[in-house]
């Protein structure tokens, strides 16, 4: 009489295999889903009495707001940072700016390459679909883009080791100028180490109540602050490629190459702009000599891409500089980087697009490379959604206070690029509009390709062509 066979499927496997199941199938819901369900635990913590200095339970729509801006890596926040979080609270920042930076689903398959010491397939999709918003789709990849599947492995172990490394650079470059302004070695450390993280994560707290003011003049300290942003705003496809041919740029992607130099031109197009609107503004560059003008205007230009850090008070800028503040933001960093915005290769594409019809050209072409017309549907997908986003936050937050347009716009665009410069309406506003921003700040932060995704689920196949007929456009 043969025996039984042993039931070996226990209820935590089969747990695991559908949750394995659902984020390989549709990672898009699956980002969202972990998104939500880390919002909801880091409420509770900053809910807790142990993590505010007073000793007392933070209100909900702090606790909340603050979630959602470290979870977001936004940078904004109803509260006082430095003094109103504990040590215990700054903990609790500190981690989840590192999870929100790195991303969920990148970070889940960097742990499980860790464990397993393998990559399967099902991780290889999920960590893929963090890394290029093409593949949050089901169906068919082409493998001609930024990214192949070979190469997800590299990209978790090069995200790995850069937060590590390039963290670490940061802190070690900080605290020699954190010691000469008398701050004691222990300390010194802790405040390096913490603003290394807030700059290569793109968030832009500070641990200490007088923020930028003691380095506010400071070229090494700045431009080490500006160094960490840039290289977490490039991203982590650009990171991965530069590892691998620094000194060979013929072959570095189309994605890496594009970024570069959008990203460059952007930022040394935002210094001018700036080095000419606030030249003589008394309340900002007015009063600074040549040097300090050129270094505050590249400083600006470098954290309105979503780094968050500020010297000057950027509600004293010139309307027309927070007309260029508000560009600079909205367009943010690169793709799958800790940056926001709709990302520098999205307006790339636009412009290789306009050129190419201005030419007569039928497909788009960068670096002898041809583009295909679905990237560009994706590319004007993400700016309207995102104009959509920013228009519907501010026409809320206008009808429910006072405060000038300006003003408002710049902290709208702010969240929904996870920049975290603000002008003051976001600490001085109500309730209301503290959830308004949160929920700009998530919706910002999961993409708008995502929630796109995730809303469809699956692209559609159409087995039929109906007859075309040509609109008038312009």
Same mark, same amino acid.
């Given at each position: 009489?043969?025996?039984?066979?042993?039931?070996?499927?226990?209820?935590?496997? #089969?747990?695991?295999?559908?949750?394995?199941?659902?984020? %390989?199938?549709?990672?898009?819901?699956?980002? $969202?889903?972990?998104?939500?369900?880390?919002?909801? $635990?880091?409420?509770?913590?900053?809910?807790?009495?142990?993590?505010?200095?007073?000793? #007392?339970?933070?209100?909900?729509?702090?606790?909340?707001?603050?979630?959602?801006?470290?979870?977001?890596?936004?940078?904004?926040?109803?509260?006082?940072?430095?003094?109103?979080?504990?040590?215990?609270?700054?903990?609790?920042?500190?981690?989840?700016?590192?999870?929100?930076? $790195?991303?969920?689903?990148?970070?889940?398959?960097?742990?499980?390459?860790?464990? %397993?010491?393998?990559?399967?397939?099902?991780?290889?999709?999920?960590?893929?679909?963090?890394?290029?918003?093409?593949?949050?789709?089901?169906?068919?990849?082409?493998?001609?883009?930024?990214?192949?599947?070979?190469?997800?492995?590299?990209?978790?172990?090069?995200?790995?080791?850069?937060?590590?490394?390039?963290?670490?650079?940061?802190?070690?470059?900080?605290?020699?100028?954190?010691?000469?302004?008398?701050?004691?070695?222990?300390?010194?450390?802790?405040?390096?180490?913490?603003?290394?993280?807030?700059?290569?994560?793109?968030?832009?707290?500070?641990?200490?109540?007088?923020?930028?003011?003691?380095?506010?003049?400071?070229?090494?300290?700045?431009?080490?602050?500006?160094?960490?942003?840039?290289?977490?705003?490039?991203?982590?496809?650009?990171?991965?490629?530069?590892?691998?041919?620094?000194?060979?740029?013929?072959?570095?992607?189309?994605?890496?190459?594009?970024?570069?130099?959008?990203?460059?031109?952007?930022?040394?197009?935002?210094?001018?702009?700036?080095?000419?609107?606030?030249?003589?503004?008394?309340?900002?560059?007015?009063?600074?000599?040549?040097?300090?003008?050129?270094?505050?205007?590249?400083?600006?230009?470098?954290?309105?891409?979503?780094?968050?850090?500020?010297?000057?008070?950027?509600?004293?800028?010139?309307?027309?500089?927070?007309?260029?503040?508000?560009?600079?933001?909205?367009?943010?960093?690169?793709?799958?980087?800790?940056?926001?915005?709709?990302?520098?290769?999205?307006?790339?594409?636009?412009?290789?697009?306009?050129?190419?019809?201005?030419?007569?050209?039928?497909?788009?072409?960068?670096?002898? #490379?041809?583009?295909? %017309?679905?990237?560009?549907?994706?590319?004007?997908?993400?700016?309207?959604?995102?104009?959509?986003?920013?228009?519907?936050?501010?026409?809320?937050?206008?009808?429910?206070?006072?405060?000038?347009?300006?003003?408002?716009?710049?902290?709208?665009?702010?969240?929904?690029?996870?920049?975290?410069?603000?002008?003051?309406?976001?600490?001085?506003?109500?309730?209301?509009?503290?959830?308004?921003?949160?929920?700009?700040?998530?919706?910002? #932060?999961?993409?708008?390709?995502?929630?796109?995704?995730?809303?469809?689920?699956?692209?559609?196949?159409?087995?039929?062509?109906?007859?075309?007929?040509?609109?008038?456009?312009?």
């Amino acid at each position: 009489m043969g025996s039984k066979p042993v039931l070996r499927e226990t209820l935590p496997a #089969r747990i695991l295999d559908a949750i394995s199941d659902f984020a %390989s199938g549709t990672p898009a819901r699956f980002a $969202i889903l972990v998104f939500l369900i880390l919002i909801g $635990i880091f409420t509770l913590l900053f809910s807790l009495p142990v993590a505010t200095t007073s000793g #007392r339970p933070a209100p909900f729509s702090d606790a909340f707001f603050t979630a959602v801006s470290v979870i977001c890596v936004t940078g904004l926040s109803t509260v006082d940072m430095a003094t109103y979080w504990s040590p215990v609270g700054h903990i609790f920042v500190f981690v989840g700016v590192e999870i929100g930076g $790195i991303g969920v689903l990148t970070l889940a398959s960097i742990l499980g390459l860790v464990i %397993s010491r393998k990559l399967g397939l099902r991780q290889k999709l999920i960590a893929a679909g963090d890394a290029n918003p093409l593949r949050i789709r089901k169906g068919p990849i082409d493998e001609a883009q930024a990214l192949r599947l070979s190469e997800t492995g590299g990209l978790l172990a090069t995200v790995a080791l850069s937060v590590l490394v390039i963290e670490a650079a940061i802190a070690v470059l900080l605290s020699p100028r954190t010691l000469l302004h008398g701050v004691d070695p222990g300390n010194a450390a802790l405040q390096s180490i913490y603003t290394a993280a807030m700059a290569f994560t793109n968030t832009g707290f500070l641990p200490t109540p007088e923020g930028l003011a003691p380095y506010a003049g400071d070229v090494w300290y700045l431009t080490v602050l500006m160094f960490g942003v840039t290289l977490g705003a490039i991203g982590f496809p650009v990171i991965f490629v530069l590892a691998k041919k620094l000194l060979r740029p013929r072959r570095w992607s189309l994605h890496a190459k594009l970024t570069l130099v959008t990203f460059g031109l952007l930022l040394a197009g935002g210094a001018v702009a700036y080095l000419v609107l606030e030249f003589d503004n008394p309340r900002t560059m007015g009063g600074m000599d040549a040097g300090q003008r050129i270094l505050q205007s590249l400083f600006i230009s470098s954290m309105a891409r979503s780094g968050g850090f500020a010297t000057l008070d950027m509600g004293s800028l010139d309307g027309s500089s927070l007309l260029v503040t508000d560009m600079l933001m909205f367009i943010g960093g690169g793709s799958a980087s800790t940056a926001g915005g709709i990302k520098v290769t999205t307006l790339a594409i636009l412009f290789l697009a306009a050129f190419a019809e201005a030419r007569g050209h039928e497909s788009m072409e960068a670096y002898d #490379r041809r583009i295909p %017309s679905d990237v560009l549907r994706l590319a004007v997908s993400v700016v309207l959604w995102g104009a959509t986003t920013v228009a519907a936050a501010s026409i809320i937050l206008l009808l429910i206070n006072d405060d000038p347009l300006d003003h408002v716009l710049f902290d709208v665009i702010s969240a929904f690029a996870t920049c975290g410069l603000t002008t003051g309406f976001t600490m001085q506003a109500g309730d209301v509009s503290h959830y308004v921003l949160a929920a700009t700040m998530f919706l910002g #932060r999961i993409g708008t390709v995502t929630l796109a995704a995730a809303l469809a689920a699956s692209t559609r196949r159409q087995l039929f062509r109906r007859a075309e007929e040509r609109p008038i456009v312009g």
